[in-house]
């Protein structure tokens, strides 16, 4: 009897199973950039991904990471939403708006002692429709990673908001997109 | 078929070493939503500083989970949104500051308190079964200082994750931690806002 559960417990630990990502929340710091730069408010439009099947997921070991806003591509639009609502700057009714792209959404906790992620996008800003600012932002990040999957996916789980901060600091702390949403 | 008997034991070997005495990570961020932003002419009308020192932020601390496990976790990093909003809740501007002994740059910027915070916390289980706390709990010290570097006011604040059923703690692992740090910030807040100083 205890052999047989054991093995269930086995079976139970080893097969792949769905784990959502932290959920975004804000840095003091980007939301401090933005408050310095300016007060006029700005709009959310569009934030799609060129990834092919984005919303499956991301491999983590026999795990996979999903996004808790349902895709990657909205993980970053409510990334960009909580920034600028912190600091004021969120409207609806606004003739600037900020869109993107996400280009490149890559995070890898295979190894077992060094995990790494990269997180790219493309960051465009329109006045009455017209471009003003269409800038790549991309970020990296490595943390330290555990031979067991019970620590290494955790871990990796919880760092892939700090690289989601990392990415929108690029954008927020650029002096050019900040004289665009100015 | 020896062989077919012995593959329980092993695995229960395996078992033992991929899961003995881990440290397992968690955020214990507070669900921002229940810190609610306050806009309005409530607030105290002054630009304020939160001083985090940097290796406190970088800071991972290790208490017990269940099982004989134990949970790791950045405190500061994942409180610092929460303590963000709960001063922006207050004051009219929030800044970081770095340094709270730079007279001259707090007088500079036209900063007029820096509110320090020193958080801890404890966590415990009450199922051997698995390592997730049930229990949770996190203390906020909380110093603030006027331009001068002198101590105004000071307060310490706890809060706990309160009851929660298994089945929750097992689709959010450090939810009894989250809980808990929106607990302790929704009191920090209170006292702050009770704090007949920062309104002189």
């Given at each position: 009897?205890?052999?047989?559960?054991?093995?269930?417990?086995?079976?139970?630990?080893?097969?792949?199973?769905?784990?959502?990502?932290?959920?975004?929340?804000?840095s003091p710091e980007n939301v401090q950039a933005l408050r310095e730069a300016?007060?006029?408010?700005?709009?959310?439009?569009?934030?799609?991904?060129?990834?092919?099947?984005?919303?499956?997921?991301?491999?983590?070991?026999?795990?996979?990471?999903?996004?808790?806003?349902?895709?990657?591509?909205?993980?970053?639009?409510?990334?960009?939403?909580?920034e600028?609502?912190?600091a004021?700057?969120?409207?609806?009714?606004?003739?600037?708006?900020?869109?993107?792209?996400?280009?490149?959404?890559?995070?890898?906790?295979?190894?077992?002692?060094?995990?790494?992620?990269?997180?790219?996008?493309?960051f465009?800003?329109?006045?009455?429709?017209?471009?003003?600012?269409?800038r790549?932002h991309?970020a990296?990040?490595?943390?330290?990673?555990?031979?067991?999957?019970?620590?290494?996916?955790?871990?990796?789980?919880?760092?892939?908001?700090?690289?989601?901060q990392k990415l929108v600091q690029q954008l927020l702390h650029d002096p050019a997109f900040l004289e665009a949403i100015? | 078929?020896?062989?077919?008997?012995?593959?329980?034991?092993?695995?229960?070997?395996?078992?033992?070493?991929?899961?003995?005495?881990?440290?397992?990570?968690?955020?214990?961020?507070?669900?921002?939503?229940?810190?609610?932003?306050?806009?309005?002419?409530?607030?105290?009308?002054?630009?304020?500083?939160?001083?985090?020192?940097?290796?406190?932020?970088?800071?991972?601390?290790?208490?017990?989970?269940?099982?004989?496990?134990?949970?790791?976790?950045?405190?500061?990093?994942?409180?610092?949104?929460?303590?963000?909003?709960?001063?922006?809740?207050?004051?009219?501007?929030?800044?970081m500051?770095?340094?709270?002994?730079?007279?001259?740059?707090?007088?500079?910027?036209?900063?007029?308190?820096?509110?320090?915070?020193?958080?801890?916390?404890?966590?415990?289980?009450?199922?051997?079964?698995?390592?997730?706390?049930?229990?949770?709990?996190?203390?906020?010290?909380?110093?603030?200082?006027?331009?001068?570097?002198?101590?105004?006011?000071?307060?310490?604040?706890?809060?706990?994750?309160?009851?929660?059923?298994?089945?929750?703690?097992?689709?959010?692992?450090?939810?009894?931690?989250?809980?808990?740090?929106?607990?302790?910030?929704?009191?920090?807040?209170?006292?702050?806002?009770?704090?007949?100083?920062?309104?002189?």
């Amino acid at each position: 009897m205890v052999a047989r559960l054991i093995v269930v417990l086995c079976t139970l630990m080893i097969s792949a199973c769905s784990i959502k990502a932290n959920e975004y929340s804000f840095s003091p710091e980007n939301v401090q950039a933005l408050r310095e730069a300016g007060s006029s408010k700005v709009r959310l439009g569009a934030v799609t991904s060129q990834m092919k099947d984005e919303s499956a997921g991301i491999h983590l070991r026999a795990a996979s990471m999903v996004s808790p806003y349902g895709s990657y591509a909205a993980y970053l639009k409510e990334a960009l939403r909580q920034e600028l609502e912190e600091a004021g700057r969120l409207t609806i009714d606004s003739d600037a708006e900020i869109s993107g792209t996400l280009t490149k959404n890559e995070f890898d906790a295979s190894g077992i002692s060094v995990g790494e992620g990269a997180l790219a996008a493309v960051f465009t800003v329109r006045r009455g429709g017209k471009p003003v600012y269409e800038r790549i932002h991309e970020a990296k990040i490595t943390w330290e990673s555990a031979f067991s999957g019970a620590v290494a996916i955790p871990r990796a789980v919880g760092e892939y908001r700090k690289l989601m901060q990392k990415l929108v600091q690029q954008l927020l702390h650029d002096p050019a997109f900040l004289e665009a949403i100015r | 078929m020896t062989w077919f008997f012995r593959v329980p034991r092993l695995l229960a070997v395996g078992l033992v070493l991929v899961c003995g005495a881990c440290s397992h990570p968690i955020v214990i961020a507070p669900d921002l939503s229940q810190l609610p932003r306050q806009d309005g002419a409530s607030k105290v009308d002054k630009k304020v500083g939160l001083h985090i020192p940097r290796d406190k932020r970088e800071l991972r601390v290790k208490t017990p989970g269940g099982g004989g496990d134990n949970v790791d976790y950045t405190p500061y990093a994942d409180l610092e949104p929460g303590l963000y909003r709960t001063l922006s809740n207050v004051f009219s501007l929030v800044v970081m500051v770095d340094d709270p002994h730079n007279s001259e740059r707090l007088k500079m910027d036209g900063i007029t308190y820096v509110f320090t915070p020193a958080i801890t916390t404890t966590s415990s289980s009450r199922n051997i079964m698995f390592w997730p706390p049930t229990d949770f709990s996190v203390t906020i010290a909380c110093t603030a200082t006027d331009s001068g570097a002198s101590v105004v006011w000071s307060s310490s604040v706890a809060g706990d994750g309160g009851l929660i059923p298994v089945s929750d703690i097992l689709k959010d692992f450090g939810l009894a931690g989250r809980r808990a740090s929106a607990n302790s910030l929704l009191r920090l807040e209170s006292e702050i806002r009770a704090a007949s100083i920062f309104r002189k």
